[in-house]
């Protein structure tokens, strides 16, 4: 796949593009980056980008002609070209899926107080943000995408199924996970996944996800996911307070979604419980 980004700071890209995983993609040939700067595009001698605002106002903003001119200068395919963009659709899995079956994706990395709306308007550029705050400029949030769909590039995550475990992708966040030791300071990995049951540690990771959504996003949740978190408050009440915590899921304690009995057992506080 190949990247184009339009940025005033090419150097932003060199050092994060060259480690973790989306080195490795880069090393084998399935990605590749190429950044081009709107200061190659202007006509004076200090290759100024930006103006003040019409109408006034605090900062100053990217020009429309080197903007436009720096996209018409890619050769070939440019794929789907984006702004990044408080004000944008937000990006999220189902997005990063489709920009991944593009064969090129271009990335336009404002400055300043921002772009002139006739460069978006005259592209025909989608603008997309990365969250509701905002940065320094596009260029940590084109990271965010450039790193999110480089993994679901084919060939690129090591394990085929990987990218599908991750948070999100079916749009519940991740079952948290363990490694060794099986004992740390008194807290235990979930007796579960020691079992050795690969169809119960893939049920109860599913019921863990759930419940994990539940308790920090619960704005994720559908109706096709009522049922089977039914299932998984019914699971967690049978668990003492202390193998709750185990299973990291303190958040639900602390919000009060789950109360201590007065044996130690956990119970699930349901609309309207005091």
Same mark, same amino acid.
């Given at each position: 796949?190949?990247?184009?980004?339009?940025?005033?700071?090419?150097?932003?890209?060199?050092?994060?593009?060259?480690?973790?995983?989306?080195?490795?993609?880069?090393?084998?040939?399935?990605?590749?980056?190429?950044?081009?700067?709107?200061?190659?595009?202007?006509?004076?001698?200090?290759?100024?980008?930006?103006?003040?605002?019409?109408?006034? $106002? =605090?900062?100053? %903003?990217?020009?429309?002609? #080197?903007?436009?001119?720096? !996209?018409?200068?890619?050769?070939? &395919?440019?794929? @789907?070209?984006?702004?990044?963009?408080?004000?944008?659709?937000?990006?999220?899995?189902?997005?990063?899926?489709?920009?991944?079956?593009?064969?090129?994706?271009?990335?336009?990395?404002?400055?300043?107080?921002?772009?002139?709306?006739?460069?978006?308007?005259?592209?025909?550029?989608?603008?997309?943000?990365? $969250? =509701?705050?905002? %940065?320094?400029?596009?260029? #940590?949030?084109?990271?965010? !995408?450039?790193?999110?769909?480089? &993994?679901?590039? @084919?060939?690129?995550?090591?394990?085929?199924?990987?990218?599908?475990?991750?948070?999100?992708?079916?749009?519940?966040?991740?079952?948290?996970?363990?490694?060794?030791?099986?004992?740390?300071?008194?807290?235990?990995?979930?007796?579960?996944?020691?079992?050795?049951?690969?169809?119960?540690?893939?049920?109860?990771?599913?019921?863990?996800?759930?419940?994990?959504?539940?308790?920090?996003?619960?704005?994720?949740?559908?109706?096709?996911?009522?049922?089977?978190?039914?299932?998984?408050?019914d699971w967690l009440a049978t668990l003492s307070?202390?193998?709750?915590?185990?299973?990291?899921?303190?958040?639900?304690?602390?919000?009060?979604?789950?109360?201590?009995?007065?044996?130690?057992?956990?119970?699930?506080?349901?609309?309207?419980?005091?």
């Amino acid at each position: 796949m190949k990247f184009h980004v339009v940025t005033i700071f090419p150097e932003f890209f060199e050092s994060p593009m060259k480690v973790g995983v989306v080195g490795q993609a880069m090393q084998k040939g399935l990605i590749s980056l190429n950044a081009f700067s709107p200061r190659a595009f202007t006509d004076d001698v200090h290759q100024t980008v930006d103006d003040r605002p019409f109408g006034g $106002g =605090d900062g100053m %903003v990217m020009k429309v002609d #080197p903007l436009l001119k720096s !996209v018409s200068s890619i050769s070939g &395919r440019k794929g @789907p070209l984006l702004v990044m963009s408080p004000g944008g659709r937000p990006f999220d899995t189902k997005l990063t899926k489709e920009l991944a079956l593009q064969p090129d994706l271009t990335i336009v990395c404002g400055r300043y107080a921002g772009i002139d709306q006739r460069f978006v308007d005259m592209s025909g550029a989608v603008e997309v943000s990365v $969250g =509701d705050y905002v %940065v320094s400029g596009g260029e #940590p949030a084109a990271l965010c !995408v450039l790193d999110a769909v480089t &993994r679901l590039v @084919p060939g690129v995550l090591g394990h085929p199924d990987s990218a599908e475990q991750d948070s999100f992708f079916e749009g519940l966040l991740e079952s948290p996970t363990y490694t060794r030791p099986q004992e740390y300071q008194g807290r235990r990995v979930p007796d579960f996944l020691l079992s050795g049951d690969h169809s119960k540690i893939e049920n109860k990771r599913y019921w863990m996800s759930l419940l994990r959504t539940a308790g920090i996003r619960p704005d994720l949740l559908t109706e096709q996911h009522h049922s089977a978190l039914t299932e998984a408050k019914d699971w967690l009440a049978t668990l003492s307070v202390d193998e709750v915590r185990g299973l990291g899921l303190e958040n639900l304690l602390e919000r009060n979604e789950i109360k201590a009995g007065a044996d130690g057992s956990s119970r699930v506080q349901e609309n309207g419980d005091s």
